[in-house]
T-cell receptor
Framework: GQNIDQPTEMTATEGAIVQINCTYQ??????LFWYQQHAGEAPTFLSY????GLEEKGRFSSFLSRSKGYSYLLLKELQMKDSASYLC??????????FGAGTTVTVRA | DADVTQTPRNRITKTGKRIMLECSQT?????MYWYRQDPGLGLRLIYY???????NKGEISDGYSVSRQAQAKFSLSLESAIPNQTALYFC????????????FGPGTRLTVL
């Protein structure tokens, strides 16, 4: 089976940086996605990594280490609107995604 | 207009009733997926379809069935609903490449009493 772990909750202050870690053990690997999901809404795409290294996209960056089965999502200059759940998902090699349970980030003023 | 739509958005039903959730997309994608989301468990795949003639079971297909009526339409049925099927259900679509993101519909909140 697929095993994807991420912390349940994180809290940070407006303007700060938060790093959300994700570790995975899956039967196959063809890339890792990060999605953002506000309460009661649909998940929306943030990033995709398939090669080792850092991908930067504005205030958000995502890192992947395939040898360690590890990724992180870095949120910089936190804003109140960043309060949401962040979902780590692995493409298992058959065009299907296996999702972690999600990390709820609360941004405080 | 939204690219992926789901109907109904909310539904309350009773144990034993048959329920159909519908999904339509205007993105022209061949691949479509049904997920359920429960607190603390994340998104779990119920069924997926890579084209009109292709239907595959996901992680938790028991108690569910699907129909791919056209490229743009993918329906999920609960033949005899039970309370532990109370959840938030999402439909999603994607393109053909491994790197293509999935686009999610707004979700259907289903309560089975």
């Amino acid at each position: 089976g697929q095993n994807i772990d991420q912390p349940t909750e994180m809290t940070a202050t407006e303007g700060a940086i938060v790093q959300i870690n994700c570790t995975y053990q899956t039967s196959g690997f063809n890339g890792l996605f990060w999605y953002q999901q506000h309460a009661g809404e649909a998940p929306t795409f943030l990033s995709y990594n398939v090669l080792d290294g850092l991908e930067e996209k504005g205030r958000f960056s995502s890192f992947l280490s395939r040898s360690k089965g590890y990724s992180y999502l870095l949120l910089k200059e936190l804003q109140m609107k960043d309060s949401a759940s962040y979902l780590c998902a692995v493409n298992d090699g058959d065009y299907k995604l296996s999702f972690g349970a999600g990390t709820t980030v609360t941004v405080r003023a | 207009d939204a690219d992926v739509t789901q109907t109904p958005r909310n539904r309350i039903t009773k144990t034993g009733k048959r329920i159909m959730l519908e999904c339509s997309q205007t993105k022209g994608h061949d691949r479509m997926y049904w997920y359920r989301q429960d607190p603390g468990l994340g998104l779990r795949l119920i069924y997926y379809s890579f084209d009109v003639k292709d239907i595959n079971k996901g992680e938790i297909s028991d108690g569910y069935s699907v129909s791919r009526q056209a490229q743009a339409k993918f329906s999920l049925s609960l033949e005899s609903a039970i309370p532990n099927q109370t959840a938030l259900y999402f439909c999603a679509t994607s393109g053909l490449r491994e790197a293509d993101e999935q686009f999610f519909g707004p979700g259907t909140r289903l309560t089975v009493l």
